[in-house]
């Protein structure tokens, strides 16, 4: 388990790797009117992954609430609950947060281990790079960047579990029939 300061380290490392990267060769929300940054739906927002919010403390752009496991089926590994952000206005974009840096790719990990990133099911309503459908119609140096960054974050016991807990969580609604 990585300490307090070595999970520090890590997040500065990865927003360092991740700044500037984009899944386009131009700004994709022109396609959309950027609208994974607006309230599209009630209540959206993201969770910040384990550790990820001693980087976040203090910024005033950002809303935050303490999502308790027992009752949002979270991991417990880290803290026992996860933040849960919205923003109220736009972001400094050197310190957006890595669910936005990744999205509109996500890490699946699966209960043997293996992992691989696919279209986050999520952002299908809102997002056409989603609608494109193939994850290879993004740039490769975004592809590449964001495995890198995976491959490093999932070597963490406390984010492997939650990435784990989220990607049972996909499946489950789309074995259930709901959007995946
Ligand atoms: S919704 Fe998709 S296309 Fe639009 S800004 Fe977000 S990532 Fe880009
Ligand atoms: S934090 Fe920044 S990148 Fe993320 S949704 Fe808000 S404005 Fe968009």
Redesign the pocket.
């Known amino acids: 388990m990585l300490s307090k300061r070595g999970m520090l380290r890590l997040w500065q490392e990865i927003y360092a790797m991740t700044a500037d990267v984009?899944?386009?060769g131009y700004?994709?929300?022109?396609?959309?009117?950027?609208?994974?940054?607006q309230d599209w739906e009630a209540g959206v927002g993201i969770y910040l992954y384990p550790g990820e919010e001693m980087l976040l403390a203090g910024e005033s752009w950002l809303e935050r609430t303490w999502h308790d496991h027992r009752r949002y089926a979270l991991s417990t590994s880290w803290d026992r609950g996860a933040w849960f952000v919205t923003c109220t206005d736009w972001c400094p974009r050197p310190i957006r947060p890595f669910g936005c840096r990744t999205?509109?790719l996500t890490a699946d990990l699966r209960e043997d281990g293996r992992w691989e990133l696919i279209m986050d099911p999520n952002?299908l309503p809102?997002?056409?790079?989603?609608q494109w459908g193939s994850v290879h119609l993004l740039q490769p140096t975004f592809r590449f960047t964001m495995e890198q960054a995976w491959k490093k974050l999932l070597a963490v016991a406390a984010i492997r579990e939650e990435v784990m807990a989220s990607s049972r969580r996909r499946r489950m609604r789309l074995h259930q029939g709901g959007r995946r």
């Not at 700004?27 to 940054?37: R, V």
């Not at 809102?126 to 989603?130: A, K, R, T």
């Open positions: 984009t899944p386009l700004d994709c929300g022109l396609l959309c009117d950027a609208i994974c940054c999205f509109p952002g809102i997002c056409p790079l989603i």
